[in-house]
């Protein structure tokens, strides 16, 4: 049986792997079509490789380019909101929901809507907007599959049992760049440096997210709503391998981990596959004799106060955690331009936090709710910056 996959995000990183994994089994898979950001030479190249029905820009401005790009091949296409819009109305199966940060809400909830299979790799949908996702995936009889390693080991790991038998589920992170940095040293660290993960290679605003381990953070919060599982059965645990993703501790005393190498495209075909496991061409194989050893260490909130403030804006629930997620974008993308120091990113976070708390106190009733707030935020953020007094 063939299924017709939509990718959002298809020039990222997450879009390349999987586009990589359709291309292993074209007997099995058909691409319907295929969204970018604003890269329309990318987004026309990967389209004409993998032969795409449609192609749609987010950014409207690009479309001429698009156009041009993609004349004489047959591949439909579009820019702007409504063309993205548009992608996500055609006929898919499974839809990979791969568009970084707060932009991929509305698309990913549109397929939601639609009742489509959705491979989750946007965890700001769930961040920001998490009961209203949940609660409309239910109503709509969409299914929701994890493709982040962290959560894809958890519900593998996790299998037919049953959440109210587990004490806790962990979530491991690899430690970043500054795992063993001073907190000194974390302070004068540079934009390159941040971005330079030891394992990972996501695109700067993720590989910043987790030097910070404010990508931990959202984790928790996406891992709260995809098992519905109170935040004090959550934890965080640094693993500098990367093999071990997530450990599931069951209530006698038991315990589940996944493991895999650190290759997206595990999680990626564990979802794609639908019930059926697909061969990875090109995949290594884990060796646990040729590791050697795996090693663990407890998460230093002190170092990473981003972490800490995840967990609170999780256990506060409401709309905390949307209002986290749109101060840390406007937080990182300063500290890329050079105007905030790296622990600036907590600082700005955590005084969005205190300053939104009393106004926000429910969670968003739908994404246009979850986006009005996450704007709000935005503005608020970016007058409180040094640059902008």
Known sequence: MTHTVTILGATGSIGRSTTDLLAQHPERFRIGALVGGRDAAALAKLAREIGADFAALADESQGPALREALSGTGIANGAGDSAVLEAVARDADIVVAAVSGAAGL??????????????????????????????????FKATLLPVDSEHNALAQALGDGRVSDVTKMTITASGGPFRTWTKERIAAASPTEAAAHPTWSMGMKINIDSASLMNKGLELIEAHHLFAIEAERLDVIVHPQSIVHGLITWRDGAVTAGLAMPDMRVPIAHCLGLGDRLTIERGRSLDLAAVGSLTFEAADE???????????????????????NAANEIAVAAFIRGEIGFYGIAELVERACEHFAPEYRSAPADVDEALAIDAHVRAWSAKALPSAA
Do not use: Y
């Not at 549109?110 to 996702?133: P, W």
């Not at 170092?303 to 955690?321: H, Q, S, T, V």
């Open 106 to 139: 509305r698309p990913t909830h549109a397929a939601l809507r639609l009742g489509r299979t959705v491979a989750l790799a946007n965890k700001e949908s769930l961040v920001c907007a998490g009961d209203a996702f949940m609660r409309d995936a239910a109503r």
């Open 302 to 324: 002190v170092r990473f106060p981003c972490l800490r403030i995840a967990r609170a804006a999780l256990a506060e629930g409401g709309a905390a955690p949307t209002v986290m």
